[in-house]
């Protein structure tokens, strides 16, 4: 039995490959994950288990592609971001976005039991979708990070006030979402402190700032070049030479993937790990 | 802290909307699942708890998204398809593909210890990807389905004879490989009968069929009207009454999601089952 | 000189193919055309010149791309329709765009003299925009067709209705506007008949109609076949012979290209021209 | 009568926004123009007046549509530059593209008679497609311009070389294709210079280097501010208060639309005119 005469449904699929030479960042989110914190009882405002299960997945997703650059995670959502010259499934949208979800997906299931040993999986489970959005210059790019970061503060800080209102101050949720209603950022750090004594600066870091992942290689001093620059320039795919990439694709592998909650706004952060933009290789640093 | 300086980079998010009034078919894969299944000893040519697995968590998937009518799966691959007529997500392909494959991949990961009991997943774990092809017409959806199931009896032949002459006939692979060039179908049905006695009528619906999962209702009596015609006239999205609605969707939650392996390339499998092509719920059968 | 250095910049071409067997609709509409109609003195509330020129010019493009199988126009905006069949561009939208305004916009300048002999073109000159919809269903074509002879029946009654009482009643625009405010068709029909004592009904069909370009056969008796459910049934590019592509393509070309102001809402249009849906040429009718 | 019932067809038409922050370009082609050529007898291997003509239509297209920055022509084709910052038409591709092609169409046929006063023009009429592409850097845009330089140039030495073995080495055309297969660049101009004594060097610019088309103002000295990096830098639509856009408007309109035929592809160009890249009007030529 031949099969050509139904292949021709192979002609209804369509081309989705992303623009060459822009930043393709993934970004994920939790479906439905009100319903499932409250099934699962998630601390509020912040349970600190669930975002390190989050974080713990989105490392096995950069081990398992290590195409991507950096991760940024705050809440249920992660975003995942490829280098502009990156040509993985040949920028294919469709298999970029499910490789990451599912990828992410198993390891958050795989996962669950070491972080929430007393609360096993049912059914609906946990899962997420994604999508695909191209960023054209570094500033682009960089402009997403900080909207993710920002918005990561402004939620937390209404949350973190919201919370305390409910479980210091005795009110209710209506009540509360009145009382926070036109407030500026100032107030609510008001609220905290005169209120319940607390020091918003205090609360802990992966709270106030979220969530980075990346490959870490020697810091180096900010200053000495314009790394933004140097990767405009690069106009097309870089074409290597095979030793260079095997060079390249060893030193990925050894470089340990940590998770840090460190402020991605300001030039510091990118200025001392040129590697995060330029996606060359840095230097393994010593074992201490 | 305004958001707003950085908020302009949600302008980059494009639209991928499917074109309405056409069936969409998302279909995933596993990927990389022949490192995958050599890692967890699947058995040659079927591993059938692979394949159960498979279609355990395409049941899950179609119990949490109502609106896919059926789903056809074969060795790591399942299609899912959605009625023209329906608007989840407004038909956003990456919202789709990536709810599709993050759900099916949780189930694949959680209910994997009930198949595999003694064979503990380890990193790296199980993914899928997946990506959504929209066909204009029920002869083009038919048609892809009938092209997966040719594939599936394609496949299975090769491999059923192939492993037949490596497990029975104690040739390697390399010879087995060779002896079957440029083989029809008639050949290797003989090369399985005179050589291993083994009738390929008589293998497994499962293997030779693939597995079919959909609502199951009482069947009707074919012949009695052309659902395709009446499904093609259908032009837009159904404006349903908020009742109706809720009718149906009582009916679907009430309704088994069976998996069965049957030709679903002849007519009579649609012509019995028209709710697959209506999307209109059938009646559900009484309990025996 | 290689130009290879350079060549990269080809990869940055993303495809824009459509859905194959979908029908094609390219409309286009004029820019600036209040405007231009004002330059040129155009007659209100219709100017039969301006429209016998828009459809010369839709004529000499369904010459020209014999792919096209009938075509619609309504004031400043005519809409091409190729069968969900074509191939033609690979079924490039901007190909097939880009094709038609340009060769629509040559003839109407071209034939601008023949037309408006006392007012030759000047700078900035007419120009049209356009682009391409794809319908799945001969349903949704045919309820795209009736959309826009719909708009061309409401528009034309409001603009004879307005003009009259302008030209006739002697009001401004406002008051003119003002009087039509909140009016149904019923209204006007009765303010134009007893104001005015003008049918609308024995208006010319060319106003209230809009025009039907395609290519002339002989007319069958309806009710004989359901062209339609035949249609719905092609589902993928038909593979002709070579020779019967060939008497198709010379038939065609013998086919007179016809303007008419006919119903295209109701279904006798369509069941006794099935050549329009069909895409197989009729009969040449015999010369009287 | 309500047009409600058909209005849902509206739906099928899909988003063709171009990604923002991209420098978008519009290369148009003429249709069929090998044929056109020896239909009005273009002088061979290159017709002034066809190339003027070509410049002249490019020229009136920049200045009905002033968000064009520059263009390049080279043969039947032309290139359009839209800044990345533009969002004319919503970035629309088939908008954009519809309203160069059909403009440039227009004016092509308008002054035909002014540059071939002798041949009017007769059906089929000349017309060209077009397509968009967006270029994410200011280096992407630059190498497709000079990409369209490069291959100016290798074509006319190519057809210069080959007409001149025909018109003045008095052979065929298969013959002269023969002996220029497989030959360099330096061999035609050896070949030209030893056969014809003809110095390619010395033949015309407007067939070396192409026609380029742009707003002339002041040009500065080189050198002084690395006019890329600053628009690297440029990340979103620039929010221009009102009177400062009504201020580049007008300095716009009283710039002069210039056809030149110079080097793009070196940095000076680029250089001493910082407003191509900058898309802030520069400083009007004082009058002589």
Known sequence: MANSKFEYVKQFEQPDQLLPNTWVVVRIDGRGFTKFASKYEFEKPNDKRALDLMSAAARAVM?????????????????????????????????????????????????WSAHFPDSPLSPPLPSFDGRAVCYPSVQNLRDYMSWRQVDCHINNLYNTTFWALIQLGGI???????????????????????KFHINY?????????GSVVFRDYEPVEPGTHNIAHEVENLAEPVAQSKSQSEKDR???????????????????????????????????????
């Open 172 to 194: 209710d949720a209506t009540e509360a979402e009145k009382s926070l209603k036109g407030t500026y950022s100032a107030d609510k750090n008001e609220i905290l402190f005169s």
């Open 63 to 111: 081990s398992e592609l290590p195409d991507i650059t950096i991760a940024y995670g705050v809440s249920d959502e992660y975003s995942f971001v490829f280098h502009k010259t990156c040509t993985l499934f040949e920028r294919r949208a469709s298999k970029l976005v499910s490789t990451i979800v599912s990828t992410f997906t198993a390891y958050y299931v795989h996962l």
């Open 201 to 209: 600066n205090n609360e802990p870091e992966i709270f106030k700032k």
């Open 250 to 288: 060893k030193k990925r592998a050894k470089a340990a993937i940590v998770v840090e909650h460190l402020d991605i706004i300001k030039d510091e952060f990118w200025d001392r790990r040129p590697w995060l933009l330029s996606n060359k290789p840095g230097k393994i640093p010593k074992e201490p």
